[in-house]
């Protein structure tokens, strides 16, 4: 299964780069060289949904340098390191920090492309979650302050009746409050409402 | 004349014949000696002779007048024996025995039978005759003797033989003319020869007593001086050894040449021994002791070789060796000979010590050749350790290639399964195959190389070839590293040493550089390979940036082990000198112009033929 996404590959050597990107591009990926870490820094401009190859042995920083200034700039590439040669305490240290996957040269291709599979698919829902929960913060943010009390309390479980006695209202405008926080939110059933607060995190 | 004249001299002659023979028979009893038997039988018989002819009886003419000529005739017989012995040409006693014997009978016979058929002056001509005859023989002898002993006495001797025999002949002549035949006839002629005769007979008697004594005073002198001669002369010295019961030595005579010896004169040893006994080296003293009383105890022959101190305080070797000179070996002297043998001892402790450097040079030749094997082996050695220290950069480059050439390989197979293969993909990927394949083989050759022995054409190959064999080896290592590599290569360079060996002496230099660089962090990193030609010699540095060799160490940087620090870095720089210089050339270490180390090695290059 083809997905398209970006395959950015950073590694020292003109022969691995030229195999890799012949193989990686025939499968349908953008795939870009880069000949270091401080090549990459430089140059790059990620675009998900992407994944990072990344040579643990490099001259300029070694690939667990990079993937420490990555994690410090907040970036949250998928990374899959591949490397010849590499101390198990390396390898330990890299999934502690997040790698997604470690390949060991020389690579089997069909493995290779799987794990690039994989890896752009978590990107990419991640980049659909993400995308998710910030649309539902900008809905939330247009609710007037007392529908967001209003469906602060519901999400919490509450009555209609115990609303309005916490508020001090009737229950009439509790009732009105609440269909225009379900029209505002898009969602047509509590649970849903509920579900989209987890998922943007808001007010818990 | 008085008739009684000639009986008196003969009673006389008799009786001092028989004295003489006496005296010379007590001589004997000292002195076996044949020639004083024999003179001493002589006298004796001519004595009784001359008696008994004055006693003679006609009536018993036998026993008187032919016994008494016929023992007359022995004696005469006796007296050239002695002779002849004295001249060493004597005959066994048993022969003389059976002659004189037989000569006594003979001559017995043969006068009785001339007094049967002839008249009596013909017996007195064959005494005569015979005495004549004898008397000449014992003056040939007396004047051999003369001739041989050039004593005078012999001369004499032999000149009273020839008078004797004259007188004798005279008797002849008057016997012949019939007017002497009778010894006691009382003539004028008579007398006077018979005065002649006795006159010369005692002349042949004390003559002999001269000739004995000189030739024993001579032969006496002779044994004198051939020992003094002999003692001055023989490279040692003759001593005569005395112990006492109480172990105090006397030296009771000791040959002149031991002043040589010991500085002392013979007889300052022979008034006081204790110039030699004492002088014996302390450390040989008891020794010497312990030898001497073995020898006196037991009799046998003593023998040492010890040291003694001189006078000066010189050390010196000497011989001693001694016997008894009797079967009484505890009270009697020690002859002996004291040898003076430092230089032979000293030749011996030469040879000793020629012979341990020789033993010494053959464990050196041994330790050498022991040497040869292991730098041999450390060369070996050398090589594994370098290109292992490589080894992790070596295999992470091949695994580069192999591993995209697996990706390409695999990529083309899916090509071909899915039908999507084309002649230009095909293309593409051979290409980059063919590259990385390449790549992955320099790397191999260069590393078979670096462990290859020998090669045919060792003796030409290129400089340049070389080098960028060795920089295919290290590039990886450098690239990890992040070490630029400059190099100025000149033209075209053939070297004198062979090719594995100066490949192995880039490879560690180069090792080192990088080992430098990769340690600590540098601002920069680089290593430079300069080569340049100066007369017949090619001039190749290589300089590093790095911190360079402390002055410290600078000095024993080419000695084997000597930088605690890093033995294998140790080991390999004395290697690179032990090769370079093999072959004539040098190997230095400076200071590079960019901080670091620089290590310059100057060969001869390979003349053009």
Same mark, same amino acid.
């Given at each position: 299964?083809?997905?398209?996404?970006?395959?950015?590959?950073?590694?020292?050597?003109?022969?691995?780069?030229?195999?890799?990107?012949?193989?990686?591009?025939?499968?349908?990926?953008?795939?870009?060289?880069?000949?270091?870490?401080?090549?990459?820094?430089?140059?790059?401009?990620?675009?998900?949904?992407?994944?990072?190859?990344?040579?643990?042995?490099?001259?300029?920083?070694?690939?667990?340098?990079?993937?420490?200034?990555?994690?410090?700039?907040?970036?949250?590439?998928?990374?899959?390191?591949?490397?010849?040669?590499?101390?198990?305490?390396?390898?330990?240290?890299?999934?502690?920090?997040?790698?997604?996957?470690?390949?060991?040269?020389?690579?089997?291709?069909?493995?290779?492309?799987?794990?690039?599979?994989?890896?752009?698919?978590?990107?990419?829902?991640?980049?659909?979650?993400?995308?998710?929960?910030?649309?539902?913060?900008?809905?939330?943010?247009?609710?007037?302050?007392?529908?967001?009390?209003?469906?602060?309390?519901?999400?919490?479980?509450?009555?209609?009746?115990?609303?309005?006695?916490?508020?001090?209202?009737?229950?009439?405008?509790?009732?009105?409050?609440?269909?225009?926080?379900?029209?505002?939110?898009?969602?047509?059933?509590?649970?849903?409402?509920?579900?989209?607060?987890?998922?943007?995190?808001?007010?818990? | 004349?008085?008739?009684?004249?000639?009986?008196?001299?003969?009673?006389?002659?008799?009786?001092?014949?028989?004295?003489?023979?006496?005296?010379?028979?007590?001589?004997?009893?000292?002195?076996?000696?044949?020639?004083?038997?024999?003179?001493?039988?002589?006298?004796?018989?001519?004595?009784?002779?001359?008696?008994?002819?004055?006693?003679?009886?006609?009536?018993?003419?036998?026993?008187?007048?032919?016994?008494?000529?016929?023992?007359?005739?022995?004696?005469?017989?006796?007296?050239?024996?002695?002779?002849?012995?004295?001249?060493?040409?004597?005959?066994?006693?048993?022969?003389?025995?059976?002659?004189?014997?037989?000569?006594?009978?003979?001559?017995?016979?043969?006068?009785?039978?001339?007094?049967?058929?002839?008249?009596?002056?013909?017996?007195?001509?064959?005494?005569?005759?015979?005495?004549?005859?004898?008397?000449?023989?014992?003056?040939?002898?007396?004047?051999?003797?003369?001739?041989?002993?050039?004593?005078?006495?012999?001369?004499?001797?032999?000149?009273?033989?020839?008078?004797?025999?004259?007188?004798?002949?005279?008797?002849?002549?008057?016997?012949?003319?019939?007017?002497?035949?009778?010894?006691?006839?009382?003539?004028?002629?008579?007398?006077?020869?018979?005065?002649?005769?006795?006159?010369?007979?005692?002349?042949?008697?004390?003559?002999?007593?001269?000739?004995?004594?000189?030739?024993?005073?001579?032969?006496?002198?002779?044994?004198?001086?051939?020992?003094?001669?002999?003692?001055?002369?023989?490279?040692?010295?003759?001593?005569?050894?005395?112990?006492?019961?109480?172990?105090?030595?006397?030296?009771?005579?000791?040959?002149?040449?031991?002043?040589?010896?010991?500085?002392?004169?013979?007889?300052?040893?022979?008034?006081?021994?204790?110039?030699?006994?004492?002088?014996?080296?302390?450390?040989?003293?008891?020794?010497?002791?312990?030898?001497?009383?073995?020898?006196?105890?037991?009799?046998?022959?003593?023998?040492?070789?010890?040291?003694?101190?001189?006078?000066?305080?010189?050390?010196?070797?000497?011989?001693?060796?001694?016997?008894?000179?009797?079967?009484?070996?505890?009270?009697?002297?020690?002859?002996?000979?004291?040898?003076?043998?430092?230089?032979?001892?000293?030749?011996?402790?030469?040879?000793?010590?020629?012979?341990?450097?020789?033993?010494?040079?053959?464990?050196?030749?041994?330790?050498?050749?022991?040497?040869?094997?292991?730098?041999?082996?450390?060369?070996?050695?050398?090589?594994?350790?370098?290109?292992?220290?490589?080894?992790?950069?070596?295999?992470?480059?091949?695994?580069?290639?192999?591993?995209?050439?697996?990706?390409?390989?695999?990529?083309?197979?899916?090509?071909?399964?899915?039908?999507?293969?084309?002649?230009?993909?095909?293309?593409?990927?051979?290409?980059?195959?063919?590259?990385?394949?390449?790549?992955?083989?320099?790397?191999?050759?260069?590393?078979?190389?670096?462990?290859?022995?020998?090669?045919?054409?060792?003796?030409?190959?290129?400089?340049?070839?070389?080098?960028?064999?060795?920089?295919?080896?290290?590039?990886?290592?450098?690239?990890?590293?992040?070490?630029?590599?400059?190099?100025?290569?000149? @033209? &075209? !360079?053939?070297?004198? +040493?062979?090719?594995?060996?100066?490949?192995? =002496?880039? #490879?560690? /230099?180069?090792? $080192?550089?990088?080992?430098?660089?990769?340690?600590?962090?540098?601002?920069?990193?680089?290593?430079?390979?300069?080569?340049?030609?100066? @007369? &017949? !010699?090619?001039?190749? +540095?290589?300089?590093?940036?790095?911190?360079? =060799?402390? #002055?410290? /160490?600078?000095? $024993?940087?080419?000695?084997?082990?000597?930088?605690?620090?890093?033995?294998?870095?140790?080991?390999?720089?004395?290697?690179?000198?032990?090769?370079?210089?093999?072959?004539?050339?040098?190997?230095?270490?400076?200071?590079?112009?960019?901080?670091?180390?620089?290590?310059?090695?100057?060969?001869?290059?390979?003349?053009?033929?």
């Amino acid at each position: 299964m083809k997905s398209s996404g970006h395959i950015y590959v950073i590694d020292d050597d003109q022969s691995i780069r030229d195999s890799l990107s012949i193989a990686l591009r025939d499968s349908g990926y953008e795939v870009m060289n880069f000949s270091g870490a401080i090549d990459f820094l430089d140059r790059a401009v990620v675009i998900g949904p992407a994944v990072i190859l990344l040579d643990m042995q490099m001259p300029d920083l070694t690939g667990l340098e990079l993937q420490e200034r990555l994690n410090k700039m907040g970036r949250s590439t998928p990374i899959i390191f591949i490397s010849g040669q590499s101390h198990p305490k390396q390898i330990v240290e890299s999934f502690r920090k997040g790698a997604i996957n470690f390949i060991f040269k020389p690579f089997n291709l069909g493995e290779l492309v799987e794990a690039v599979r994989a890896a752009i698919d978590a990107d990419s829902s991640k980049e659909y979650s993400n995308a998710r929960s910030d649309k539902i913060k900008d809905l939330y943010a247009s609710l007037t302050p007392r529908e967001k009390d209003v469906c602060d309390l519901l999400v919490k479980g509450f009555l209609s009746k115990d609303v309005a006695d916490t508020l001090n209202i009737s229950s009439a405008t509790v009732k009105i409050h609440k269909s225009r926080v379900m029209k505002k939110m898009r969602v047509s059933s509590m649970q849903l409402l509920v579900s989209c607060y987890i998922q943007s995190g808001i007010g818990i | 004349m008085n008739a009684t004249l000639v009986p008196a001299i003969f009673l006389f002659y008799g009786i001092l014949s028989l004295a003489y023979a006496g005296v010379l028979i007590q001589f004997l009893s000292r002195r076996k000696d044949r020639v004083i038997a024999f003179w001493s039988s002589g006298a004796l018989c001519v004595g009784i002779a001359t008696i008994a002819t004055i006693f003679r009886d006609p009536s018993n003419l036998i026993a008187t007048y032919v016994g008494a000529n016929g023992l007359a005739f022995i004696g005469y017989l006796l007296f050239n024996y002695a002779l002849k012995e004295f001249l060493a040409i004597g005959a066994s006693t048993k022969r003389i025995l059976l002659v004189t014997t037989a000569a006594f009978f003979a001559y017995c016979f043969s006068l009785y039978f001339v007094g049967i058929f002839f008249e009596s002056k013909y017996q007195t001509i064959f005494i005569s005759t015979l005495v004549v005859m004898t008397s000449a023989y014992a003056g040939v002898l007396g004047y051999r003797i003369y001739k041989k002993s050039k004593i005078n006495h012999a001369a004499i001797l032999s000149a009273t033989s020839f008078l004797n025999s004259f007188i004798w002949a005279l008797r002849i002549l008057l016997a012949a003319s019939d007017i002497s035949i009778n010894a006691f006839n009382p003539s004028v002629f008579n007398s006077i020869i018979f005065v002649c005769i006795f006159l010369l007979g005692m002349f042949w008697y004390f003559n002999f007593i001269g000739l004995l004594y000189s030739q024993s005073n001579e032969a006496e002198q002779e044994a004198l001086s051939r020992f003094e001669g002999m003692a001055k002369t023989l490279p040692c010295a003759l001593y005569e050894y005395y112990l006492y019961p109480d172990y105090t030595s006397e030296f009771r005579y000791f040959s002149p040449s031991i002043k040589e010896i010991v500085g002392h004169s013979a007889r300052a040893i022979m008034k006081n021994a204790s110039l030699i006994i004492d002088r014996v080296h302390p450390e040989d003293k008891e020794y010497f002791w312990k030898v001497n009383l073995e020898a006196y105890n037991s009799g046998k022959t003593f023998f040492i070789e010890t040291r003694m101190i001189i006078w000066d305080g010189t050390i010196k070797w000497v011989q001693l060796s001694s016997s008894p000179r009797g079967e009484d070996f505890k009270n009697v002297s020690w002859s002996g000979y004291i040898i003076d043998i430092t230089e032979r001892k000293t030749l011996e402790a030469a040879a000793l010590r020629v012979d341990s450097i020789t033993k010494e040079n053959e464990a050196i030749t041994l330790l050498l050749k022991e040497k040869e094997r292991l730098v041999t082996s450390l060369l070996k050695a050398n090589k594994t350790a370098t290109t292992g220290a490589l080894s992790a950069s070596i295999a992470h480059e091949l695994n580069q290639p192999i591993g995209a050439s697996n990706i390409n390989i695999q990529f083309l197979q899916k090509k071909l399964d899915n039908n999507e293969f084309s002649p230009e993909l095909g293309k593409q990927i051979l290409a980059l195959l063919a590259r990385d394949n390449d790549r992955a083989g320099n790397i191999i050759r260069s590393l078979r190389s670096i462990f290859l022995e020998t090669r045919e054409d060792d003796d030409f190959w290129e400089f340049n070839d070389a080098l960028d064999s060795i920089l295919e080896i290290i590039r990886p290592e450098c690239r990890k590293n992040n070490i630029t590599l400059s190099i100025q290569e000149s @033209g &075209n !360079l053939n070297l004198v +040493a062979s090719e594995v060996e100066i490949k192995q =002496v880039l #490879l560690n /230099l180069l090792n $080192n550089a990088i080992r430098e660089l990769g340690d600590v962090h540098h601002s920069r990193k680089e290593i430079l390979i300069e080569c340049a030609v100066e @007369g &017949n !010699l090619a001039m190749i +540095a290589i300089s590093d940036s790095g911190r360079g =060799v402390p #002055l410290e /160490l600078q000095d $024993n940087l080419f000695e084997l082990l000597s930088s605690e620090k890093n033995i294998g870095m140790g080991l390999g720089l004395w290697l690179c000198k032990h090769i370079i210089t093999r072959h004539g050339g040098k190997l230095h270490y400076g200071q590079s112009d960019m901080g670091g180390a620089k290590f310059l090695i100057a060969i001869p290059i390979l003349p053009n033929e």
